[in-house]
């Protein structure tokens, strides 16, 4: 049997990326502070994964404004917190049943903004699609179902892949496909934080590669175009850009945790 993902990994350039980046997320997981406050880091990156998937959404929200007891009312910002806040209880079915939480991703993302019958639900033709990223035309409905089953089957079949590669590969196609018309970004996002939870590379989910997204905002959507494009090269920098990003976050969840230790 073939490994696509695995072959995926074999494109110049991914590995000395993911290795990079694995190394800064270990280097996160060593920190002393962890033994006794990996809750409280935790917390503070979801609220820091949030506003920055609501800031690529076009969004603007400060971490201050976020912690009040009023959130700002933006869906996207909305949306984003909801996910956030649920991200930790689904790792366990997104191991088996991708297509189902990607649903309820959804269902979190969209609440504020789709029709309650349309959550969760794969967009039918002529349901409009948000282009936050400038991608074009999005593929048609049943394109994006067939490649949804391509994508739900690598995700429940073994691979030699790393963790940060199939989360770069889920992470692209969702926002490639969007395939519920609103929201797509933040559910891509949110997957590929939970492909790195639940393939155990940040079980405790420290790092909020949304925040890396965010940091590197100039480069994303070109990023994604270059994936979108289904070239080797595309790919592979999609790939790295996804890297980078992770070993961005997990740098900030390094502060955050410095700023713990300081008190």
């Known amino acids: 049997m073939t490994d696509a993902l695995a072959d995926v990994a074999n494109l110049p350039g991914v590995a000395d990326a993911v290795a990079d980046a694995r190394t800064a997320v270990d280097r996160l997981l060593g920190h002393r502070i962890l033994r006794r406050r990996s809750a409280e880091v935790s917390t503070e990156s979801a609220l820091r994964g949030a506003r920055a998937s609501a800031a690529l959404e076009g969004a603007t929200v400060t971490l201050d404004e976020l912690r009040t007891t009023e959130h700002p009312t933006d869906p996207a910002v909305q949306g984003a917190l909801r996910v956030s806040a649920e991200l930790g209880t689904l790792a366990e079915t997104w191991r088996h049943a991708p297509r189902q939480v990607l649903a309820r991703l959804h269902v979190l993302a969209a ?3 789709v029709d309650s019958a349309d959550l969760g639900r794969p967009r039918p033709d002529g349901r409009p699609v948000e282009d936050v990223l400038g991608l074009g035309d999005p593929p048609t409905p049943a394109e994006v179902a067939a490649r949804l089953d391509v994508l739900s089957g690598l995700l429940t079949t073994p691979t030699k892949a790393p963790a940060l590669v199939v989360a770069a590969i889920v992470h692209g196609e969702l926002l490639t496909l969007r395939p519920f018309g609103w929201g797509d970004g933040i559910v891509a996002r949110a997957a590929q934080r939970l492909t790195l939870v639940a393939r155990g590379l940040d079980p405790k989910s420290l790092t909020a590669p949304e925040v890396g997204h965010a940091e590197l905002a ?12 289904g070239t080797p090269d595309g790919v592979a920098a999609w790939i790295a850009h996804c890297a980078t990003a992770t ?12 700023a713990f230790l300081r008190g």
Request: charged share 20%; hydrophobic share 50%.
């Open 218 to 229: 100039g480069a994303y959507a070109e990023a994604i175009r270059g994936y979108a494009s």
């Open 111 to 113: 609440a504020d903004v």
């Open 247 to 258: 070993a961005a976050a997990a740098r900030d969840a390094q502060a955050i945790c410095e």
